[in-house]
């Protein structure tokens, strides 16, 4: 496995354990209004989410998802399969651009204004680390609500899970 797999693969199991945490939780505290983050914890979960569809859609050259409506409380169960396909085409794209070696490459970013290039090696790395810093402010969120034995989120954890299935 290479390095691209294993930030991917871990990004996506990392942010199914916070979802699985949050199945815990009724809806007044998933929607608890919090001084970090996008405010609330589905609202933190649906923004980190949406940023992988809209990356990997602009990336690939297709068509930008709409964003399902604020009003909208999607259960931790919805936003777990909306994760699920999210992390299935964020890496095909960008298992696309490493069989390319495109790193470098550049395409228009159209919701940009103006439209503005980007490279898909900066574009893939920032959609990685934007979920971990979102992730950082769930833990914070979680923990400010009593849970305790939170996943730390780390590679390592990640890898020797894995390793252990």
Request: aromatic share 4%.
């Given at each position: 496995?290479?390095l691209l797999d294993r930030l991917l693969e871990h990004d996506a199991w990392t942010t199914h354990q916070l979802i699985e945490?949050?199945?815990?939780?009724?809806?007044?505290?998933?929607?608890?209004?919090?001084?970090?983050?996008?405010?609330?914890?589905?609202?933190?979960?649906?923004?980190?989410?949406?940023?992988?569809?809209?990356?990997?859609?602009?990336?690939?050259?297709?068509?930008?998802?709409?964003?399902?409506?604020?009003?909208?409380?999607?259960?931790?169960?919805?936003?777990?399969?909306?994760?699920?396909?999210?992390?299935?085409?964020?890496?095909?794209?960008?298992?696309?651009?490493?069989?390319?070696?495109?790193?470098?490459?550049?395409?228009?970013?159209?919701?940009?204004?103006?439209?503005?290039?980007?490279?898909?090696?900066?574009?893939?790395?920032?959609?990685?680390?934007?979920?971990?810093?979102?992730?950082?402010?769930?833990?914070?969120?979680?923990?400010?609500?009593?849970?305790?034995?939170?996943?730390?989120?780390?590679?390592l954890s990640w890898e020797h899970q894995r390793a252990s299935v």
């Amino acid at each position: 496995m290479d390095l691209l797999d294993r930030l991917l693969e871990h990004d996506a199991w990392t942010t199914h354990q916070l979802i699985e945490r949050c199945e815990e939780l009724p809806d007044e505290q998933l929607d608890r209004d919090f001084d970090i983050g996008h405010r609330s914890i589905r609202a933190t979960l649906r923004h980190i989410i949406s940023n992988m569809e809209v990356w990997s859609a602009l990336m690939a050259g297709v068509a930008v998802p709409r964003s399902t409506s604020l009003d909208h409380q999607e259960s931790m169960e919805d936003l777990g399969r909306r994760l699920d396909v999210a992390a299935q085409r964020l890496a095909h794209v960008a298992t696309s651009v490493a069989d390319r070696e495109a790193w470098d490459d550049r395409w228009l970013d159209i919701l940009d204004e103006p439209p503005g290039e980007k490279t898909y090696g900066g574009a893939i790395a920032h959609v990685i680390t934007h979920s971990m810093h979102h992730r950082a402010q769930l833990l914070y969120m979680l923990g400010q609500l009593g849970l305790r034995d939170l996943p730390e989120g780390d590679v390592l954890s990640w890898e020797h899970q894995r390793a252990s299935v």
